[in-house]
């Protein structure tokens, strides 16, 4: 992982304040607090990674619960620089959508995209998400502070959704 991190790092660094002074150390810290985080079920963090080479570091996805007793959720994710443009940040928010809704039981979930992110927009716009609006000075990148846009999916807007992204060959029917 922390390998993938720094060979991404300008791509990261300019959505994700973590990736700014990023170390192993914080690499560590990470997969440390993943664990805890999965265990008290504040988040369930999943690495990416390719069938035919699953020792390689392609990205992570998590999502997380917001409100537990309104059951939102919300998703987040990065895939390496040197294999963006091949459909796996799609695919990978799909299947962790199908994770929220079919195993988590969310009613709702949250894709919270920096303004000016189009590759990431251009998923939640893929998936079929409505846009809600804009969250101003959601997060601050360095000195930046950056409005995030809100989208959002419903559990009764999941299942016609589900159907065509597996006609699309976007998920796989389980
Ligand atoms: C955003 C991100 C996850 C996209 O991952 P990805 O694996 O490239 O996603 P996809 O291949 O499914 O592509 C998503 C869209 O971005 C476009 N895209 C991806 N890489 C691109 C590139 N290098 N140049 C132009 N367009 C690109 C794709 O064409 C696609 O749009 P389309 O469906 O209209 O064709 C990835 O770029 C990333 O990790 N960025 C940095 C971290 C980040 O922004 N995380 C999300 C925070 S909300």
């Known amino acids: 992982m922390h390998d993938a991190v720094r060979a991404s790092l300008p791509e990261l660094q300019a959505w994700l304040p973590w990736a ?3 170390e192993r150390s914080v690499a560590h810290r990470f997969v440390r607090d993943s664990a805890s985080a999965w265990n008290d079920g504040r988040a369930f963090d999943f690495a990416i990674r390719l069938p035919e080479e699953p ?5 992570n996805i998590s999502i997380w619960p917001t409100s537990v007793p309104n059951r939102i959720g ?3 994710y990065w895939i390496r620089s040197d294999l963006t443009g091949e459909g796996l940040g799609t695919e990978v928010t799909a299947r962790a959508l199908e994770i929220g809704f079919a195993e988590l039981g969310y009613h709702k979930i949250v894709l919270r995209i920096a303004v000016g992110n189009e590759r990431s927009d251009r998923i939640a716009k893929r998936l079929g998400l409505t846009y809600e609006g ?3 000075d959601e997060v601050k990148v360095g000195a930046a502070w950056l409005d995030h846009t809100a989208w959002s999916i419903l ?6 959704i589900r159907a065509q ?3 699309q ?5 389980r």
């Open 169 to 173: 060959g976007v998920l796989r029917s």
């Open 74 to 76: 919300e998703v987040g």
């Open 55 to 59: 020792d390689f570091h392609v990205g």
């Open 134 to 136: 804009v969250l101003r």
């Open 165 to 167: 992204l597996i006609e």
């Open 20 to 22: 700014l002074g990023y």
């Open 155 to 160: 559990e009764d807007e999941w299942p016609g």
